[in-house]
């Protein structure tokens, strides 16, 4: 499975972007998909994740009300949709491949997840 990330960018504070991760090769009938960020000099963090069916979602309490996740799945495509940017959004934005159909305790943490994007930069500037 390769993942592809995109529309990262540099953004000012309060404006908006929106991520997509494309997935392509063997990819099960039923997958979940998540995205998570790294900040400089952090670990990676957990964002949100969609089921395939996409009516149900995990968020981080720090970005709920501001980001949303969605998929398309003619497409192979996840989306990541963000609001009101704050300067702390500025991180490496990765997408994660999880072929589990449903969520797990652990779909908050990297190691649930068995492939990966290579990210897509998202820069708020204050």
């Known amino acids: 499975v390769q993942l592809q990330a995109s529309g990262g960018g540099l953004v000012q504070a309060g404006g908006s972007l929106r991520l997509s991760c494309a997935a392509s090769?063997?990819?099960?009938?039923?997958?979940?998909m998540g995205w998570f960020r790294q900040a400089p000099g952090k670990e990676r963090e957990f964002v949100e994740a969609?089921?395939?069916?996409?009516?149900?979602?995990l968020y981080a309490n720090s970005v709920k009300g501001r980001f949303t996740i969605s998929r398309d799945n003619a497409k192979n495509t996840v989306y990541l949709l963000i609001h009101s940017l704050k300067p702390e959004d500025t991180a490496v934005y990765y997408c994660?491949?999880?072929?589990?159909?449903?969520?797990?305790?652990?779909?908050?943490?990297?190691?649930?997840?068995?492939?990966w994007g290579q990210g897509t930069q998202v820069t708020v500037s204050s």
């Open positions: 994660a491949y999880d072929s589990t159909s449903s969520f797990r305790s652990s779909s908050y943490y990297t190691y649930a997840y068995e492939y």
């Open positions: 090769g063997r990819t099960v009938s039923n997958y979940v």
């Open positions: 969609i089921t395939w069916t996409g009516t149900t979602t």
